[in-house]
Structures are given as C-alpha cells and as structure tokens.
C-alpha cells in the first residue's frame, strides 16, 4: 500500500470513529434527557398521591363509592387556590383543582407550589363564579404518561368508553357535582367563539348560540344516552393539548348537575 492510500485509509478510519463518537455522543445525552423527562414525570406522580393521601381520596379508598369526603381544611392549608376535585371514576383523573391570578403558573406549578412538568388541573383565572357561572373552563395537561387530563382523547375512541365514563364527578368545598358528559371536539385555543367567557347570565340568547355552535362541532353527536343542555344550565368545558404542534386543542363538555347532599 503507498504512502498516499495509507494517509486515506487512516483518514477514512479518524472520520469513522469520529462519527462514532458523535453518535455514541447523542445516544447518551438522548438516554439522559428521558431519564431526565422519566424522574420528572415520576416526581409528579408521587407528589399527586401525596396529594390525595392528604384529601383523603387516596389508593384505599374504594374508587367506586358514591362520593368522597374530601378534606378541605388540610387542602386548604396547603394551598387557598384550592377550588375543587375532580375524578373520573376507573381513570387515572383524581386531582385538585386550581385556580390562580392568571392561567401561566398552574401550567407547571402543583397545588403546593412545586415546580411540576405535570402543573395543574386549573380553571381559566378570569372566571369569577367557577362553577356558577353559565361557562366555566378547566385546564389541564394531556401527559404522555397518561396522567393529568390525557384520558380525555378516549372519548374520541369508541362509544363504549363514552358510556362507561360520560359522569365525571367535581367536588368544591360547598356542594358536590356530577358532570354529565354531552359532547367533545377538537377545536383551536385561539377559537374565541369557543373559549367565550364573555356571556351575561342573563343573556339567553347568546347562551342558546353557544349551545348551539359547540353543538355543531360535537363528534359524540352520534352517540345514544346524550344529555339535552339549555341556557338554564351550567356547562364546564374540559380543555387540553392534542400532541399535534400548534394550537389545536381537545376539548369535552359536561352539564353540571348538583348533586344532592353536600360536601363535607
């Protein structure tokens, strides 16, 4: 071999292990972010079972009961942005629910001030009455775990799991509420029309018209055992990410009905 295909063979070997190197280089750094992502997702889990533990809604309570008795005074001491519960029964939907001066902090902040991935299960902080109002909205993270609010992209699936889950219950420190399950859509966070918190209550006729346009966009439409909803009642809206980029958004819709008795 001349000197001449020696030097290009010892440069085609330096280029090779150069490369390998990289590689080897971005295999390692990719293995330490998903740890990292990993032990992050995991921090956030446990801090939410303490969280229930607290609440008194943790793994040993049975799952299926009526209602649960929530603890809004140890709740409270934790935090006083503490407005209410909710849980989908035979989903991983079991948290607090939020509310702050604006709708940036709970996006990566838990009820006990935290720095989370997860953040909050929180309602938009311009309402005033939550779940008084004729609209309230509730946010929250669709996690790729499968916690916060990633459930919710399964009403999409198939009738049947509407059917197992079209009760969503809500707990505030005043009354107890079942959500009854009328609709959902994929819809864009810039839709106004949608995220209208600009209806009086006394405005009958803008009511009937958000009805009637989120109505139109209802791809449970074809689904049997629909609740009917009018301008009477009250409507929460569940919205969250889809893991497509940019702004479009799932969000589901439930009428809000007391239910008898109140919390404790």
Same mark, same amino acid.
């Given at each position: ?57 943790? !793994?040993?309570?049975? +799952?299926? &009961?009526?209602?649960?008795?929530? @603890?809004?005074? #140890? ?5 006083? /942005? ?77 009738e049947k799991y509407y059917k197992k889950h ?7 420190? !005043?009354?107890?509420? +079942?959500? &009854?399950?009328?609709?959902?859509? @994929?819809?864009? #966070? ?5 995220? /209208? ?8 006729a803008t009511k009937e018209a958000y009805i ?31 893991y497509d980029p940019g702004d479009d958004r ?15």
């Amino acid at each position: 071999m001349s000197k001449k295909e020696k030097k290009k063979a010892g440069l085609g070997t330096w280029l090779y292990r150069l490369v390998m190197l990289a590689l080897l280089c971005v295999m390692i750094f990719s293995g330490y972010k998903v740890f990292t992502i990993y032990m992050e997702y995991h921090k956030g889990t446990v801090a939410y079972d303490k969280l229930a533990q607290i609440a008194g809604v943790g !793994e040993s309570v049975d +799952k299926e &009961e009526k209602d649960l008795n929530i @603890n809004w005074d #140890a709740l409270s001491k934790i935090s006083k /942005n503490v407005k209410g519960w909710i849980r989908s029964k035979g989903t991983v939907i079991n948290y607090p629910i939020m509310q702050g001066s604006d709708n940036d902090y709970y996006l990566h902040h838990i009820m006990t001030g935290e720095y989370s991935r997860k953040g909050s299960i929180f309602i938009d902080s311009n309402i005033k009455n939550p779940f008084n109002s004729f609209l309230t909205i509730v946010y929250g993270h669709r996690m790729l775990d499968d916690s916060m609010f990633n459930s919710l992209g399964k009403y999409f699936e198939d009738e049947k799991y509407y059917k197992k889950h079209k009760i969503i219950d809500i707990y505030t420190p !005043e009354k107890n509420y +079942k959500l &009854e399950i009328f609709g959902a859509a @994929n819809v864009k #966070a810039t839709n106004e029309s949608i995220y /209208n918190l600009n209806i009086a209550e006394g405005d009958v006729a803008t009511k009937e018209a958000y009805i009637n346009n989120i109505l139109s966009k209802n791809e449970l439409a074809g689904y049997k055992g629909t609740v009917d909803v009018t301008p009477d009642d009250k409507i929460v809206m569940l919205s969250t990410c889809t893991y497509d980029p940019g702004d479009d958004r799932i969000v589901v819709w439930g009428k809000l009905v007391e239910k008898t008795g109140e919390s404790k």
